[in-house]
């Protein structure tokens, strides 16, 4: 099979784009949504830095009945319009619908959804970074050969500290590379290759 050469890169959505809810929770409308400051900034660096951008998220509050695929859909449109005009563009949103329980196999940490963009895309995963805030994202990339790079907004900094806590010769679910925000990881990864 022959592989798209395209700069690709994967984002988690809650934390990294957007504020995370409180208390752990969703969000279920684009009321709920908050970009964190400079996102937009930081997505339209990375078009016009030549990358094929992915939303990898995972949305259980469907599964559990909290919202609907519908409210998920208007909250993603909305984004994107918003990334749109302030000159960033995503190729396509992944998301995991499904019940934390059902064991799916797109549900972060599993890597599914990365696996099915790049068979869609005809892409080498191995040549591509995934920005994330939490364990499950990290655990996905290596799962799937991207390069995990951790962001210290949203739940990054808890994720953080269970690596200073964990033994420090344990290179297993370590990032790559470790940011602030989403922004300073794409300063980074626009003179990157």
Same mark, same amino acid.
């Given at each position: 099979?022959?592989?798209?050469?395209?700069?690709?890169? =994967?984002?988690?959505?809650?934390?990294? $784009?957007? !504020?995370?809810?409180?208390?752990?929770? *969703?969000?279920?409308?684009?009321?709920?949504?908050?970009?964190?400051?400079?996102?937009?900034?930081? $997505?339209? $660096?990375?078009?016009?830095?030549?990358?094929?951008?992915?939303?990898?998220?995972?949305?259980?509050?469907?599964?559990?009945?909290?919202?609907?695929?519908?409210?998920?859909?208007?909250?993603?449109? @909305?984004?994107?319009? !918003?990334?749109? @005009?302030?000159?960033?563009?995503?190729? /396509?949103?992944? *998301?995991?619908?499904?019940?934390?329980?059902?064991?799916?196999?797109?549900?972060?940490?599993?890597?599914?959804?990365?696996?099915?963009?790049?068979?869609?895309?005809?892409?080498?995963?191995?040549?591509?970074? =995934?920005?994330?805030?939490?364990?499950?994202?990290? $655990?996905?990339?290596?799962?799937?050969?991207?390069?995990?790079?951790?962001?210290?907004?949203?739940?990054?900094?808890?994720?953080?500290?269970?690596?200073?806590?964990?033994?420090?010769?344990? /290179?297993?679910?370590?990032?790559? /590379?470790?940011?602030?925000?989403?922004?300073?990881?794409?300063?980074?990864?626009?003179?990157?290759?």
């Amino acid at each position: 099979m022959k592989h798209d050469s395209m700069k690709t890169i =994967f984002l988690d959505r809650d934390g990294v $784009i957007n !504020e995370n809810p409180p208390n752990r929770g *969703y969000v279920c409308n684009w009321n709920g949504f908050s970009f964190l400051p400079n996102a937009l900034q930081a $997505i339209n $660096i990375l078009t016009v830095s030549g990358f094929r951008i992915f939303l990898i998220t995972n949305q259980a509050g469907i599964g559990k009945g909290i919202f609907t695929v519908q409210q998920l859909s208007d909250i993603h449109q @909305r984004m994107l319009k !918003e990334m749109n @005009r302030n000159g960033g563009e995503i190729a /396509k949103i992944y *998301y995991c619908p499904h019940h934390p329980d059902d064991g799916c196999p797109c549900r972060k940490p599993k890597p599914g959804m990365l696996k099915n963009a790049a068979n869609e895309y005809g892409f080498d995963i191995s040549d591509t970074f =995934f920005i994330g805030d939490s364990m499950s994202d990290i $655990i996905a990339a290596q799962s799937a050969g991207a390069s995990p790079i951790l962001v210290l907004t949203g739940h990054g900094r808890d994720t953080y500290n269970c690596y200073i806590k964990s033994n420090s010769n344990n /290179k297993t679910r370590m990032p790559d /590379k470790i940011f602030t925000n989403l922004y300073s990881a794409s300063r980074w990864l626009q003179n990157k290759r």
